[in-house]
């Protein structure tokens, strides 16, 4: 029998303890949250041609007898370069596709709101009809659009489908003599988060808002930092009109990924105004990664001249009047213009994602000046690198603790049995040092980011283990987050990832479930819990942690079992006797292979029940391969 023993610590768990890292990789943000249908709908994205084609023509050529689409500049200096010249030469029309992101998912019953600019050019085009069809041509939906003006005009229309289908596509037929133009061709379904006009999946954000997540860190990952300086994430881009949203290739757009995505580029529909609104949507601080003027490591490594860093820290400041100035600021202005008025209340700021060396800390010391002096409250968030990088990552520790550094993101994407072993981690951690984020972590059945990669249950359990030791080190861990966070089934580059969906469907992993229970059992303050003096960090396959929470008064055990034999805890709350009910979560599967799956969603997922305390004493019975919470 193992006896625990309470005692209070005086270290508080942090509100951000437990957080979202998004990235828009893997169709996370364009194909994915946002929820919008229709690829490449301003025809900016031209290396290869995307999004368009003609019916039975895979070439994407836009050229029959029927007609011809051109894609035409408009030359003037503005964020949207291009538009569609569609001429119609066959009384019976011209007709276009888009194929939508791999496909696009439309369901029986539901509304969808199609919206297109259209500037009638040369003769006479009396009619745009938009139909959604399937594989054989079968009509799902539809409706129709009347053009009447030479000039630029917005046509909006509504329709219902009536079956639900995965790999639906868009039929754009045009009908008359003559040519016309057109631009931001945008297809969304009516029902999306809060029922945002041109807004977010809303089954995907009910995902991230059932984590019930202290922090919302955006919008990476690598695409902070783009392949090159130039293709950095620039969050200035990201705000305003969706038109004037300049589009990017997105720096996991590759051929030579396991699923190519030479298709992959950022519309910004989801921006950074998005990004603070659903962060207050979902009760989460949001956390904002910026470029600090170095390139994404796996590629050119490009640098930005010390004296040209400038821009990139004015970005910084100004991110920050956005979020925070009132409305009569320049940058609080442009966010009240978007409807927010209020600020938005952000407290944490960061400075490049996963950089390393002198490089880095001598740029990461121009921002901290820059940002501190004008906003001293605001925490900043530097990066050590990615774990273990040998000497960089003892090298940038060093030196951010030199730098009195507030919060030090780390990265480790390790096997299994790492995690195990590593409960212990944050042990050792200098007290009076900087703060942990450890800002993506995922335990890799294979190897990092292999294409083999499973989210099974020995990864999951493995880091609920390791997690333990986030918690009981809540005096320096104050922000934690899994990576990446999303994954459509046709159009990832990584794997393991937390959440996977299709056109249509959604789901959590074991490792969201993992996440859940942690994130929705947070708690206020850590509490000591130890057998025999000595803290359960693996011995037998144990783990545990223990914290209260101060509004609901009630005491939360977490406990893993990573042995193949069940256990028994006899828990024991000190010189108190605590009475009343234990709900009790248990996460246990004896296949340490199990995965959740489109088909099976719930496979490996919590099972509640309640316990009744006897004499103040909790007798627990631990299955094996199990991560459970008695409350
Ligand atoms: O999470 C996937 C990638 O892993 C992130 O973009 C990057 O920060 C890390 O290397």
């Not at 009509?139 to 046509?155: A, F, S």
Request: proline share 5%; net charge negative.
């Amino acid at each position: 029998d193992l006896v625990v023993d309470l005692k209070d610590t005086g270290i508080k768990i942090q509100p951000t303890m437990y957080g979202i890292f998004f990235e828009d990789i893997n169709f996370a943000a364009d194909g994915g949250l946002y929820a919008e249908m229709i690829k490449n709908r301003s025809f900016e994205f031209t290396l290869p041609k995307t999004g368009w084609m003609e019916p039975n023509s895979d070439r994407h050529s836009y050229n029959n007898q029927s007609g011809i689409m051109s894609v035409v500049k408009y030359g003037g200096e503005g964020a949207n370069h291009n538009f569609a010249r569609v001429e119609v030469k066959d009384p019976q029309g011209y007709v276009l596709i888009n194929e939508g992101f791999r496909g696009m998912g439309v369901h029986e019953g539901a509304q969808y709101d199609l919206s297109l600019k259209a500037a009638k050019h040369l003769g006479d085009i009396t009619k745009i009809h938009f139909q959604i069809v399937d594989s054989l041509d079968q009509v799902l939906g539809e409706t129709t659009i009347l053009p009447d003006n030479k000039d630029w005009k917005t046509y909006n229309a509504s329709f219902t489908v009536s079956k639900t289908e995965m790999k639906a596509k868009a039929k754009i037929t045009f009908q008359g003599k003559g040519e016309i133009d057109m631009d931001m061709v945008s297809l969304f379904p009516k029902d999306t988060w809060k029922g945002r006009e041109k807004g977010l999946r809303k089954d995907l954000v009910q995902l991230l808002a059932d984590l019930n997540p202290g922090f919302l860190r955006f919008p990476g990952g690598c695409i902070v930092e783009g392949r090159t300086l130039a293709r950095r994430y620039q969050w200035k881009k990201t705000v305003g009109d969706i038109e004037d949203r300049e589009i990017l290739i997105n720096r996991w757009n590759t051929e030579f990924a396991h699923r190519p995505a030479p298709d992959y580029y950022q519309s910004f529909g989801l921006g950074f105004f998005e990004y603070f609104q659903l962060s207050e949507d979902i009760g989460a601080q949001p956390l904002p990664i910026l470029g600090c003027g170095i390139a994404c490591q796996f590629n050119t490594g490009e640098l930005v001249p010390m004296n040209q860093l400038e821009p990139y820290v004015q970005d910084a400041l100004d991110l920050i009047e956005f979020a925070n100035g009132d409305v009569n600021t320049a940058w609080g202005k442009v966010r009240s213009e978007m409807g927010h008025p209020e600020p938005f209340n952000m407290k944490f700021i960061g400075i490049g994602n996963e950089q390393w060396g002198p490089a880095y800390i001598e740029r990461y010391m121009v921002f901290e000046q820059a940002i501190k002096s004008k906003y001293p409250e605001i925490a900043i968030v530097s990066g050590s690198g990615p774990f273990p990088d040998g000497d960089y990552f003892e090298y940038g520790w060093d030196q951010l603790k030199k730098l009195n550094a507030e919060i030090v993101d780390e990265h480790y994407y390790r096997p299994p049995q790492w995690f195990r072993e590593n409960a212990d981690r944050y042990d050792s951690y200098d007290r009076t040092g900087p703060k942990v984020f450890a800002g993506e972590y995922a335990a890799q059945s294979v190897a990092i980011a292999s294409p083999e990669n499973k989210n099974n249950w020995e990864c999951a359990l493995s880091e609920a283990a390791f997690m333990t030791g986030l918690e009981r080190n809540a005096d320096v861990v104050y922000l934690t987050s899994y990576a990446p966070l999303m994954a459509h089934e046709e159009g990832w580059q990584w794997t393991p990832d937390m959440i996977w969906f299709n056109n249509l469907q959604s789901f959590g992993t074991a490792n969201y479930q993992v996440q859940k229970m942690y994130a929705t059992n947070a708690g206020t303050d850590l509490l000591s819990i130890s057998e025999n003096g000595e803290k359960l960090i693996g011995q037998d396959g144990l783990y545990a942690t223990a914290v209260k929470d101060a509004y609901t008064n009630e005491i939360i055990i977490k406990m893993v079992n990573t042995s193949e034999g069940q256990q028994q805890v006899n828990i024991v709350f000190g010189n108190k006797s605590p009475k009343g009910e234990v709900e009790v979560l248990t996460l246990a599967m004896e296949d340490l292979q199990a995965e959740n799956s489109f088909a099976d969603p719930f496979k490996v997922s919590p099972k509640k029940r309640i316990l009744e305390l006897e004499e103040g004493k909790l007798a627990a019975l631990l299955p094996p391969q199990a991560f459970v919470i008695y409350r």
